[in-house]
């Protein structure tokens, strides 16, 4: 199919543009870019695409794939509906499915899934009526640092370096020093990206919400800021001893920003993420006790999130993840502390950042959206390509105007929790490429 989108709104961090251009698409490449584009053959379909934006596919760092083990909660078909359906080209899924993937077998296994779905994305639902063939996202896999990732003993690194994981980590906490030290070690040689989420478990004991106000206020156990701000302080120790390169996934606090900024600033080999909820909310929205707003780390105060926005505006916090983590609704259903922590986010993440920080412009377009595509494809050592001709077509398009309801008919993941159901929401992706 060849495609020419007309006056749409190009979004492009790699070529820093912010400019209505017309796009020629065709066999998977973007032909033509240009103020007009009148020379077409007679097959061409053509979209007035007055008021839409095109911009690079976005890309998330780390989410939870249901499957394998909790196929209730969110199978790899759903996943990938709900990541195309959320203007993702690429998604990337955590090692903590069961059984857990720390080995090369189920590695395969999870390629081989990928392979069929990425063939047909199935019949249950069409991306938009006007696009029912749209690809599926590109899967990556994340190999975990420890077996069953508990903490204890390191995995065949190599072999699943071999097998093709993007990269390593075990998605929660790694307390045991030493054996990180181990991990950066062995992994040098690799080249592969390694992610660790620093939290003293300590520390945080039986909190559910940051400590401050709010969590007086509410009556719920609280969790210090220290809980993550020691832990960072020890990785980056162990980064400037060892000088392997690492991402610090699920920043939370504003002292941890400033550690990162720092950190940086000496020429440590660190990148670094937060998620997209945490750009949206603080300790306030948690009065409604809200099950789906308890999060791991919890929703920072409002000084954090001021702290995490200006971090990813900045660049010290490099890319915003969407850490989708579906739930089902009998687990969800429980008192705010004893529910499972996480919240979906594939689908609302764009529409609900773009309504909240672009079109009160406290972020440019290029600014949210470098956080959303190539910066978190250059944390897994990857590259999103310019919007230029002869290209590869890997785009996002995208209505920021188009109203929406967020209910179950609306939606392709399988888990309903997310303070947002039953809400109208403004934005909506209308097609992907891959």
Known sequence: MTELLQKVRVIDPVSEIDELFDVLIADGYIREVASHISDISSDTQIRDCQGLVLGPGLVDLYSHSGEPGFEERETLSSFLQAAAAGGFTRVSILPDTSPVIDNPALVAQLQQKRAEGQRGRGAEKSLSPLHPCTPAPLLHIWGAITVDVAGKQMT?????????VVGFTDGKPLENLALVRRVLEYLQPLGKPVAFWPSDRQL???????????????GLPPIPASAETTAIAAMLELVATIGTPVHIMRVSTARSVELIASAKAAGLPITASTTWMHLLLDTKAVKSYHTSLHLDPP???????????AGVRTGVIDAIAIDHT?????????????????AIGLELALPLLWQYLVE????????????????????????????????????????????????????YTLSQNTPWLGQQLKGHVVQIWC
């Not at 065949?156 to 093709?164: H, Q, R």
Request: with cysteine; charged share 20%; net charge negative.
């Open 156 to 164: 065949e690194l190599a072999d699943l370096a071999s097998a093709g």
């Open 299 to 309: 929703l920072g105060n409002p000084s954090d999130m001021a702290a995490l926005r």
């Open 360 to 411: 009160t412009e406290e972020f440019t377009a290029l600014e949210l959206w470098r956080a959303l595509s190539t910066n978190p494809a250059e944390c897994l050592g990857q590259k999103v390509s310019a919007i230029l001709p002869h290209q590869p077509a890997e785009l996002t398009l995208f209505d920021p105007q188009q109203t929406w309801k967020v209910e179950r008919k609306s939606l």
């Open 204 to 218: 945080a004991a039986n909190g559910v919400m940051r400590e401050g106000t709010n969590a007086l206020r509410f």
């Open 326 to 342: 579906p739930y089902s609704y009998e687990e969800k259903v429980q008192a705010f502390a004893e529910a499972p922590p996480g």
